[in-house]
Protein backbone atom coordinates (compact mmCIF):
# COMPACT_ATOMS: atom_id res chain seq x y z
CA UNK A 1 0.00 0.00 0.00
CA UNK A 2 1.16 3.52 -0.58
CA UNK A 3 0.12 7.04 -1.97
CA UNK A 4 0.74 7.89 -5.64
CA UNK A 5 2.14 11.67 -6.09
CA UNK A 6 2.61 14.05 -9.00
CA UNK A 7 6.15 14.85 -9.70
CA UNK A 8 7.68 17.32 -11.77
CA UNK A 9 9.36 14.17 -13.89
CA UNK A 10 6.63 12.14 -13.36
CA UNK A 11 4.85 10.00 -10.93
CA UNK A 12 6.49 8.89 -7.44
CA UNK A 13 5.37 6.40 -5.68
CA UNK A 14 5.43 6.79 -2.19
CA UNK A 15 5.22 3.24 -0.26
CA UNK A 16 6.11 1.47 3.55
CA UNK A 17 7.70 -1.12 1.63
CA UNK A 18 11.18 -1.34 2.10
CA UNK A 19 13.79 -3.93 0.80
CA UNK A 20 15.12 -7.00 2.60
CA UNK A 21 18.03 -8.46 1.21
CA UNK A 22 20.23 -11.57 2.38
CA UNK A 23 22.96 -14.31 0.25
CA UNK A 24 22.78 -17.68 -0.17
CA UNK A 25 24.41 -20.26 -1.87
CA UNK A 26 23.49 -20.95 -5.84
CA UNK A 27 21.96 -24.41 -4.46
CA UNK A 28 19.86 -23.09 -1.73
CA UNK A 29 18.47 -20.22 -4.58
CA UNK A 30 17.54 -22.66 -6.88
CA UNK A 31 15.38 -24.42 -4.58
CA UNK A 32 13.81 -21.38 -3.70
CA UNK A 33 12.90 -20.31 -7.47
CA UNK A 34 11.81 -23.37 -7.83
CA UNK A 35 9.25 -23.90 -4.59
CA UNK A 36 8.21 -20.26 -5.82
CA UNK A 37 7.12 -21.28 -9.07
CA UNK A 38 5.52 -24.59 -7.74
CA UNK A 39 3.55 -22.28 -5.55
CA UNK A 40 2.90 -19.81 -8.20
CA UNK A 41 4.65 -16.99 -6.87
CA UNK A 42 7.98 -15.14 -7.52
CA UNK A 43 10.51 -14.92 -5.28
CA UNK A 44 9.95 -12.49 -3.48
CA UNK A 45 6.51 -13.15 -2.39
CA UNK A 46 7.14 -16.68 -1.62
CA UNK A 47 10.44 -15.67 0.94
CA UNK A 48 7.86 -12.79 2.55
CA UNK A 49 5.15 -15.74 3.24
CA UNK A 50 7.96 -17.69 4.25
CA UNK A 51 9.30 -15.13 6.53
CA UNK A 52 5.48 -14.51 7.93
CA UNK A 53 4.79 -18.11 8.07
CA UNK A 54 7.69 -18.31 10.37
CA UNK A 55 7.12 -14.75 12.32
CA UNK A 56 3.75 -16.08 12.77
CA UNK A 57 4.35 -19.83 14.19
CA UNK A 58 6.95 -18.18 16.96
CA UNK A 59 4.24 -16.17 18.68
CA UNK A 60 1.86 -19.10 19.08
CA UNK A 61 5.24 -21.01 20.76
CA UNK A 62 5.53 -18.26 23.36
Known sequence: SGTILP?????????????????A????????????????MGQEEFLLQAVKVYINSQKQEM
Do not use: C, R, W
Open 25 to 40: NHEFKQKIVQMAADAG
Open 7 to 23: HVEGIYFKSNVEPLTFH
